[in-house]
């Protein structure tokens, strides 16, 4: 028998974000080209207000070295769809922070990908126990189009937090605008609260425009 109009609407999944609705698939989203992945000239960075005051990199071989860490977490896109229970695999944002430490009077990081695009990230945010640089979901190596070969996951935060095609870590003492932050996003990304859109920012949610 079909549901009758008097009764109660099913509950809705208690892990889903007010706005938000579970998506199946996982939609290719991104601003430009997918880059060409080149091996060889390949690295990640970690620079800016280090504790050594020297930058540190990692070419593509000694990456894949870096100890893996497997997380269960979410992923919330501001378009509206979540994307629950995903298991990922990369290199936890807390062992880069162990291996790279930063200045005392770091804030933020800085997030930089391929193409230059950005986002910026509270320190608290990025060292948190679930923050990645992904290389694998649900036991698979991730696209070209989802970001081979890392791209951060944050699951705390709307998902354009975590670029794909990560390339650099920038530790900063002052928080900046991201790519999307300058583009009228919200600062700090709380799916929890809707932080979507610039103009829903409280004063201290982020710095001037």
């Known amino acids: 028998m079909g549901q009758s109009k008097h009764e109660p609407s099913p509950p809705s999944d208690p892990r889903l974000p007010p706005g938000q609705r579970a998506q199946r698939g996982w939609p290719a989203l991104h601003y430009g080209p997918v880059p060409r ?3 060889l000239t ?14 540190h990199s990692w070419d593509f071989e000694a990456f894949s070295a870096l100890p893996r ?17 995903n298991e990922w695999t990369g290199v936890s944002a807390a062992a880069v922070l162990d291996l790279v430490p ?3 009077g770091v804030t933020h990081v800085m997030v930089w990908a391929e193409y230059g695009y950005s986002a910026n990230l509270r320190l608290a945010d990025f060292a ?5 640089l992904a290389t694998h979901r649900n036991g698979e190596a991730l696209t070209a189009e989802h970001g081979f070969p890392v791209r951060l996951v944050v699951p705390r935060l709307y ?8 390339r650099a870590v920038e530790y900063m003492r002052a928080d900046r605008r991201g790519f999307w932050e300058e583009r009228g996003y ?5 799916p929890w609260r809707e932080q979507r859109y610039s103009y829903q920012e409280e004063p201290g949610d982020g710095p001037l425009r």
């Open 37 to 39: 992945f080149k091996p």
């Open 42 to 55: 390949w690295d990640l960075q970690v620079f800016g207000a280090t504790a050594s005051a020297e930058k």
């Open 69 to 85: 860490t497997t997380v269960v977490g979410d992923m919330h896109c501001v378009t509206k769809f979540s994307m629950l229970g």
């Open 102 to 104: 930063p200045a005392p």
């Open 128 to 132: 948190d126990p679930r923050t990645l």
């Open 159 to 166: 998902a354009w937090k975590g670029p794909k095609w990560v």
């Open 186 to 190: 919200h600062n700090l990304a709380d």
